[in-house]
């Protein structure tokens, strides 16, 4: 009696424990399947090279695509696809090094679905920061601010703040730029989501 109770209990907690792993997989074939079928779409055309990064912690990547504007050298236009509610939802951002002064970034912190976009221009010694935030399966602004310098000054919307609250608002040390990633060409993205 007591073989056939615990050979039962083994049996019962191995069942729980391989069904989260099982389901997980299963998800995340159906996300790729997801991408992999946008990414033959017209509209994913434009976009030669991509990247899988976790921006969230669901632990499914997110697809990241990019194409440069021919005769704009410095911009990179990005799109980023999530996978929410069984369909792909889209977001674009563009970042821009050098252009006219201009440097636009788009930076990420890993797992905590967060990203960042830092304005700025060499003529000027202030930054605009806006912060978008997954949530509800979208991508949603959270909040924006400015950031001085030369004198220091930060306000986040109307408020002013320290340097170090607002770089925490804006996770400027646990922060990754979008232009260090490593995308690969869409031939070899396609086998990787396989």
């Known amino acids: 009696m007591k073989k056939t109770a615990t050979r039962l209990l083994l049996l019962m907690l191995l069942i729980f424990a391989v069904s989260p792993v099982s389901a997980h997989a299963a998800g995340k074939k159906a996300v790729y399947k997801a991408y ?4 033959n779409s017209k509209e994913a055309s434009k976009y030669k090279k991509f990247c899988l990064v976790e921006l969230d912690s669901d632990k499914i990547p997110e697809l990241i695509g990019v194409y440069n504007r021919t005769g704009y050298p ?3 236009n990005y799109i980023i696809c999530s996978y929410s509610g069984g369909k792909i939802v889209k977001r674009a951002f563009q970042d821009a090094a050098g252009t006219g002064g201009a440097r636009i970034t788009i930076s990420y912190v890993p797992r905590k679905g967060k990203l960042v976009s830092c304005q700025g221009h060499s003529m000027s010694p202030v930054d605009d920061y806006i912060v978008y935030k997954w949530k509800g399966g979208q991508w949603r602004n959270a909040g924006q601010g400015t950031k001085n310098y030369i004198s220091g000054k930060c306000t986040w919307g109307k408020k002013s703040m320290s340097k ?4 925490k608002k804006v996770s400027a040390k646990n922060s990754k730029p979008f ?3 490593t995308f690969i060409s869409k031939a070899k993205m396609r086998k ?3």
């Not at 992999?36 to 990414?39: D, Q």
Request: no cysteine.
């Open 192 to 194: 990787k989501l396989k």
């Open 74 to 76: 410095g911009i990179n």
């Open 164 to 167: 170090s609250k607002f770089d």
């Open 36 to 39: 992999t079928n946008w990414m």
């Open 179 to 181: 232009f260090e990633l």
